[in-house]
């Protein structure tokens, strides 16, 4: 394809064969796989994983991009156009489970990640390539500088690992940052249980509103109630003078459900 890059749409178009073929290994691809790619840009992704699977599905807000795609003549490959944040995916991927392979937008990235949490019953298997220091939060443990919101909703639904970091000049243009491709596996269930889970969203949220403060004062700061929280804290065993990057699933699971149980919610 003869298109060149766009700043607006944070296009750096992967060109590396090494970097696809470890991308495609780590999707573990078979005949029977129907798989969205968001952003396919020139194809470096999709032409090898067109003729692998069953199905393929790209996600392409450029529409001088998107029309080249929609030449193209495999029967198997469906080109939608438009912000893959803004479509309506239960709509445009009918006919689930599907693996989302991509090399993600830096500008998008997170905001994909947090589609993906909504929509997790439609995938069973994810590869996607974030900037490293996405890709470092998204891996991060308890009581590290990393450790964040969405270390915490990730490690609640995927085993999420490092496939790969990738340098600038596996790109073009190149990007000033590494990247690192990350493999999300599908847990069978939570890995701990939660009742409420938009409430657990929003008391995750709120611990790391202000990483600086303690959990007390972080989430009275988030919107949630400030009455009867030190009898929540005491049930669930936490001392709310800790801050939220100290806490993990398990303690964010027993907050949730004390906020849960309290009459202020």
Not at 216 to 226: C, E, I, Q
Not at 239 to 253: I, S
Request: proline share 7%; charged share 25%.
């Amino acid at each position: 394809m003869d298109h060149r890059p766009k700043k607006r749409f944070g296009q750096n178009f992967l060109r590396d064969p090494n970097i696809v073929q470890r991308i495609i290994d780590a999707a573990a691809l078979s005949p029977e796989d129907a798989v969205v790619e968001i952003g396919p840009g020139l194809g470096a992704l999709t032409d090898q994983v067109l003729p692998r699977v069953r199905q393929m599905h790209i996600m392409e807000v450029d529409r001088d991009l998107a029309e080249q795609w929609q030449l193209r003549e495999e029967t198997h490959l469906q080109v939608h156009v438009g912000d893959a944040l803004s479509m309506v995916w239960e709509e445009v991927l009918p006919e689930p489970p599907y693996k989302l392979v991509a090399n993600l937008p830096y500008n998008i990235s997170s905001q994909v990640v947090f589609k993906v949490l909504d929509h997790k019953h439609l995938f069973k298997r994810l590869v996607l390539m974030f900037q490293k220091e996405v890709g470092d939060r998204l891996c991060a443990e308890p009581g590290t500088k990393d450790y964040g919101i969405l270390s915490v909703l990730c490690r609640l639904w995927f085993d999420v690992s490092r496939v790969v970091l990738v340098p600038p000049g596996a790109f073009f243009p190149p990007p000033k940052v590494t990247s690192a491709v990350l493999l999300f596996e599908p847990l069978e269930r939570p890995r701990v249980e939660v009742v409420d889970e938009a409430l657990f969203r929003r008391v995750v949220k709120g611990a790391f509103a202000q990483r600086r403060k303690t959990l007390r004062n972080s989430l009275a700061g988030s919107g949630l109630p400030t009455e009867g929280v030190d009898d929540i804290f005491s049930a669930a065993g936490i001392d709310p003078r800790r801050r939220g990057e100290t806490l993990n699933l398990e303690e964010f699971a027993r907050l949730t459900e004390g906020f849960r149980q309290s009459s202020n919610i």
